[in-house]
């Protein structure tokens, strides 16, 4: 069987790197492996492949997903601050993970390895290990084979599970299962995604953040909210080789370096310029932050996180209003999801600039070289509207104290 006959050697760019074609390749001759930015890509060892195209029927980034129906749209907040502060908006994942830990069940979600340097899906089982699944990694998560089995076995054996993830990842995931991702035992939830960054930069960040301080990074909150949940912060947890203590240093998210990079989509995989998965995953649920929410709802606090939930299933509602005790919410419209968050929908364009820092980044310029050359300085325009968004907010929040 020659590699050139597999659809998916064909997709180049297109490739979302959701690693479901290795897990269900039968004979194991498919390998992920790493480009020069460290997104994963299939590689096929043409000797040892039976030509089932196992691989090529279950690739999401060949097409074929459904069009994903909402059937519920919702704001939605835990009661709990302590839930809202470890979560990155309104800690509806945290809840759902809680209840399917309740009842024996298994969360699979992404975590950070090798010393905050990587990112990768694992599956949990207890309550204290769930705050290694929590919060937003802004690093492409790797799911491996190891983790897509996991997943079916559980289901097998009769246990809940919860898969939480990006959209190619679920859709990846669903139609690896293939009968089984229809099981009343799985619940999907997929995150509003605008794109992952390459993971190769996330850990050369670590490495010139560790020399920096002379320290190794032991954890990482990208989205802090000592700052607020709209100004949030990055937030570096260090531990020195001869200190028993750890240090933190805080960023406002449009002050640190790696943060402004993502949000102006310079350092993305390419695939999310196309996203295969949008709307079209096939996830019980979506969730998001619902950014505009201090616009519709002002009297609400919003302070430590709001979440725009899109029950996609009648299995995502039931699971919704199992948590219901536990959270704060409210009817919502598509119309005000997509007003402050557009890639529900449609891929965002990449950074004006993206190939030249892309390649740049490849031929090893190093970080201090890329901070040099792309400060990702906002426009006047942006900073006026930014500045003119923190007014409003002040105003809000006085009109909302004056309301209680
Ligand atoms: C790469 C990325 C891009 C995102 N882009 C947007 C956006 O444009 N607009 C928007 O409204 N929301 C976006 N989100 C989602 C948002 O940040 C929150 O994750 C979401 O609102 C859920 O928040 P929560 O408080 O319910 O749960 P949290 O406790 O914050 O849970 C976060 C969930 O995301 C999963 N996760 C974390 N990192 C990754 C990763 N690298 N890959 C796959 N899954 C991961 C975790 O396992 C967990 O299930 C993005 C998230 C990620 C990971
Ligand atoms: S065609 Fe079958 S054996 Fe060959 S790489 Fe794809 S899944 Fe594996
Ligand atoms: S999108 Fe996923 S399934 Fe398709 S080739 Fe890439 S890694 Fe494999
Ligand atoms: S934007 Fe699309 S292709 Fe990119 S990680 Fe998100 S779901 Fe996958």
Known sequence: ????????????????????????????????????????HPVIDAGACLGCHACDSVCPALGGGKCDEALGIRWAKGKSSELLEASSSGGIFGLLAESVIAGGGVVCGAAWADGCRHVEHVLVEDVVSLDRVMRSKYVQSRVGREVYAGVRDAIRSGRRVLFAGTACQVAGLKRYLGKTGGSALLLTVDVICHGVPAPRLWSEW????????DSNVCDVNMRSKTTGWLSYSAMYEYIAEKDPFSSCESTIFNQDWYMKAFLANASLRPSCFMCPAKRSCGSDITLGDFWGFQ???????????????????????????????????GDATIEQVLAGNPSLVKSVAP?????????????????EGLMAKYDFKSSLKQRVRGKLGAIKRKVLKVAREGIR
Do not use: W
Request: hydrophobic residues 35%; glycine residues 8%.
């Open 351 to 367: 950074y004006a600039k993206c190939d030249e820092f892309m390649t740049d980044f490849a031929s090893r310029m190093g970080i």
């Open 206 to 213: 670590i490495d010139y953040k560790n020399v920096l301080r």
């Open 1 to 40: 069987m020659s590699y050139d006959e597999m659809k998916i050697s064909k997709l180049g760019e297109a490739c979302c790197g959701c690693g479901a074609c290795a897990a269900k390749c039968p004979k194991s001759c498919i390998s992920m492996q790493e480009d020069k930015f460290g997104f994963l």
């Open 295 to 329: 616009g519709i709802h002002p009297e609400v606090d919003y302070s430590k996180g709001v979440s725009a939930v899109i029950c996609n299933t009648d299995k995502g509602i039931a699971a919704f209003q199992g948590i219901a005790n536990s959270i704060d919410c």
